[in-house]
């Protein structure tokens, strides 16, 4: 393709498949880069080594896994009428079997799994200077050549197993929700569970466990400001109204990364008196969902502001757990909101079962596992079956378990080794060709997440569109780019409140892993600013003909 043609999927005589451009990821990404490519006339294939479509929808199928944002009608693709009318999510945050049935429901549509081979991993990476192209091995053996390697590996996909003394020896039942089990049910009645981690997978999972087993005990590191989500039948009026404007509800998201129903208001938290900011928070409260996020602007910005928000939440969970002594334990300390908001579905009130026990990791830490349970400083806790719950490598370790390897040998582990650098979150200098969906300092996490997978997609499409034109063999940004670009996400968060905080967001959750904050805050303006670029000649980038030719800068 680097003459303007694309190559034949084999070439014949090595044994290695020649592609355009190699996908690796069959969720939400993945599915889009390939129908999106593919309709341009490229040779792409995607590699998943999971048993289905659907990504992070396949794999987290623990009880009570939903999409905890306010997420129908919206909860989908947006760049195709057709498809929004003919999907109807019933509920406001649809379940996990719904969201992968829509997924599959995607991939026939638009006829996409004759290009996607499942139970792959791909293993390496490496950039091929010579050929200007990746060559790429996959766990079944096969090898091969792709000019472009497009990674929509998810940013939630890369389990933690922490590393806690004895946990190899603990001899019952062990699953990561993450990893849950794809096949057989897991069956808790009778049994004694543990559930270490209260993060929106743990806060979604324990009032399951709690109604099914005989004993669950919580182990908590740090409580959690988390909000009702009251889940609720969709609005009838609300959809027919959405699907007959599907374009102005596109340009809402597009511009604020949500529909206009849910944009957060402009109002400072000073503005009102402490009745009305009370009765504010109350009235957020009982709408459930982001509202009381959303409801001042400058919670996540004003330490005071803040203040009022957490206190706020504190009474309220004090109000629902009845033991006292268990509700102080319960009481989050960190800034409101600063880590992924968690949404609940009686969560608190699973405190106020008897056969429901709350342990305080900070008063009491794991001393080690055994065969039977868990010792912790303060006593022992026998268990049959354990859940962790315990979260991800988040944005950066689902590439870095990969590690590709770009120009001069350079690894990537070794380039992110302090911290990950990239120019808009989809590039790499050293790692020419290589595009990201949602990878670091990208809006990833912060925006619609299928409209901001839309709108890198079709990034990459008019760029690779532009280099076919041009006879263009490569695409890499200049270092200055990078540079500059990594300055920028970092003096956007400094404006927040989130930074501050210990979580994924920041790799703090992680032992070892560099403290950074890996979101660009600012969603609409990124991707308003990746089409502009593209439409000025790709600032910051540097492209490469094919060998022999003296390369073009356009920095
Ligand atoms: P998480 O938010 O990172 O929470 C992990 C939990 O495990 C935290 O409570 C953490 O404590 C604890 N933990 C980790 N290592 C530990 C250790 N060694 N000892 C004790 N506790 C430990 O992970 P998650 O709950 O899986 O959620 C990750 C993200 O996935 C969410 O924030 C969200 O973006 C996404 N998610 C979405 C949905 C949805 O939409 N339906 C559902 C689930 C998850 P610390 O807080 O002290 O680190």
């Not at 004759?114 to 192209?133: K, N, Y």
């Not at 590393?163 to 808790?188: C, K, M, S, Y």
């Not at 990791?361 to 001393?367: A, H, N, Q, T």
Request: with cysteine; hydrophobic share 35%.
């Amino acid at each position: 393709m680097s003459d303007g043609q694309s190559r034949p999927e084999h070439d014949g005589s090595a044994g290695v498949r020649e592609l355009d451009a190699l996908v690796i990821g069959a969720g939400v990404s993945g599915l889009y880069a390939l129908h999106r490519l593919r309709g341009m006339g490229l040779t792409v294939r995607v590699y998943d080594r999971a048993g289905e479509v659907g990504g992070t929808w396949w794999w987290n199928r623990y009880p009570g896994a939903r999409v905890d944002y306010p997420g129908g009608p919206f909860y989908c693709y947006t760049f195709s009428e057709e498809l929004v009318r003919a999907w109807d999510w019933v509920e406001r945050q649809p379940d996990q079997p719904s969201v992968l049935t829509y997924l599959n429901h995607v991939a026939d549509t638009f006829d996409l799994r004759r290009d996607i081979q499942l139970h792959t991993t791909v293993q390496s990476a490496v950039f091929d200077e010579a050929a200007q192209r990746w060559s790429v091995e996959t766990s079944d053996g096969e090898r091969i050549s792709a000019q472009f390697l497009i990674a929509a590996v998810g940013t939630l996909s890369a389990p933690n197993k922490p590393d806690i003394p004895g946990l190899d020896d603990f001899a019952g039942e062990v699953f990561h929700t993450g990893n849950w089990p794809q096949e057989e049910r897991v069956e808790l009645a009778g049994k004694r569970v543990g559930v270490i981690g209260t993060g929106s997978s743990g806060v979604q999972v324990i009032p399951h466990i709690a109604r099914e087993a005989e004993h669950l005990t919580v182990f908590q590191r740090t409580p959690q400001f988390a909000l009702p989500a009251r889940n609720q039948p969709l609005d009838p009026e609300l959809v027919r109204d959405s699907k007959e404007n599907w374009g102005e509800v596109r340009r809402q998201i597009r511009e604020y990364g949500r529909p206009l129903h849910m944009v957060p208001s402009t109002r400072s938290v000073h503005e009102d008196s402490e009745e009305e900011r009370l009765a504010v928070f109350e009235d957020a409260w009982q709408q459930g969902g982001l509202a009381l996020r959303e409801c001042y602007r400058d919670l996540l910005t004003d330490p005071v502001a803040n203040g009022y928000v957490s206190d706020f939440v504190r009474a309220k969970i004090r109000e629902t757990v009845q033991d006292p002594a268990v509700a102080a334990k319960l009481m989050p300390d960190y800034y409101f909101a600063t880590k992924r908001q968690v949404m609940d579905e009686g969560y608190f009130e699973t405190y106020n079962r008897d056969d429901v026990t709350l342990v305080d990791l900070r008063d009491e830490p794991i001393e080690t596992f055994t065969a039977d349970g868990v010792r912790t400083t303060e006593g022992e806790y026998p268990l049959d079956v354990l859940v962790l719950a315990t979260g991800y490598d988040a944005i950066t370790g689902a590439l870095r378990r990969i590690n590709p390897v770009g120009r001069d040998g350079l690894q990537l582990e070794e380039k992110w080794a302090a911290g990950s650098r990239t120019y808009l979150g989809l590039s790499i200098v050293g790692f020419p060709n290589l595009f990201m969906f949602h990878g670091p300092e990208s809006p990833s996490v912060m925006f619609h997440q299928f409209y901001g997978t839309e709108s890198q997609g079709d990034w990459m499409a008019t760029c690779i569109a532009h280099m076919r034109e041009h006879g263009l063999a490569t695409i890499e940004p200049v270092p200055e780019a990078e540079a500059a670009w990594g300055a920028e996400v970092q003096e956007r968060a400094n404006r927040t409140l989130y930074p501050q905080t210990d979580s994924w967001f920041t790799g703090a959750n992680m032992p070892g892993k560099p403290r950074e904050f890996m979101v660009y805050i600012g969603g609409s303006q990124y991707h308003q600013h990746l089409h502009e670029l593209a439409a000025n000649g790709y600032d910051g980038f540097v492209f490469e003909p094919a060998r022999s030719v003296a390369p073009v800068t356009q920095a």
